[in-house]
């Protein structure tokens, strides 16, 4: 069954570490919105710097930067009836308010993947926890900057313990959920594993 286009323009938002699988979510999301028949923009962090936002850093005050700029991308093409799957670490909850006061809640849709930092430095796509144990790499969220866990997000992935099939499930039940309900979605919460702190950083 087709998702119905009724105030379909929406913004999911996948935030968490690096390593975490945002990216790979996020592009999950936009194959699975897209056969149904809607307009999708994939935004992601990566992508932006190699352009709009390569001039910035990679300190706190440049990564909320990126994504106030980011919010402002995904806030146009909102109001062309795009919906928006965006891919950022959103690493504070200065940058987490940054989205929330840029789209109101009947758009906006966090959704956390949730991986401990030890698994994200084993996978390592990108080579920064290497880099930063190697070479004494600064700014590094997860490593010398913490990661704040997000309070409250509408769906948590745990990209750790669960399968990709049971993801994709939990994933496609939420989304379903956000098109045939009310026009705020109501959220679908899976029981994270229970963690002793709310700040990822490496000890």
Not at 139 to 145: A, E, K, P, T
Request: net charge positive.
């Amino acid at each position: 069954m087709a998702l119905t286009h009724t105030k379909a323009a929406k913004v999911f938002w996948f935030s968490g570490l690096s390593g975490a699988d945002k990216t790979t979510w996020a592009e999950y999301l936009k194959r699975y919105l897209t056969a149904q028949g809607l307009a999708v923009c994939l935004l992601d962090g990566d992508m932006l710097r190699q352009g709009l936002n390569k001039d910035l850093g990679y300190s706190l005050v440049d990564r909320e930067e990126n994504i106030r700029r980011a919010c402002e991308v995904a806030h146009y093409l909102v109001k062309q009836g795009i919906t928006v799957v965006a891919a950022f670490m959103t690493p504070t909850q200065g940058c987490r308010q940054i989205i929330k006061n840029t789209f109101p809640s009947t758009l906006l849709q966090e959704i956390y993947c949730q991986c401990s930092i030890n698994t994200c430095e084993v996978r390592d796509p990108k080579g920064f926890y290497q880099r930063a144990r190697l070479d004494n790499l600064c700014q590094v969220i997860g490593w010398d900057l913490p990661f704040i866990v997000p309070k409250n997000p509408a769906l948590v992935l745990d990209t750790e313990h669960h399968t990709m099939t049971h993801n994709q499930a939990l994933l496609r039940q939420f989304i379903t959920r956000c098109y045939f309900y009310d026009s705020a979605c109501e959220s679908v919460r899976e029981v994270a594993r229970e963690s002793t702190s709310n700040c990822l950083v490496r000890p």
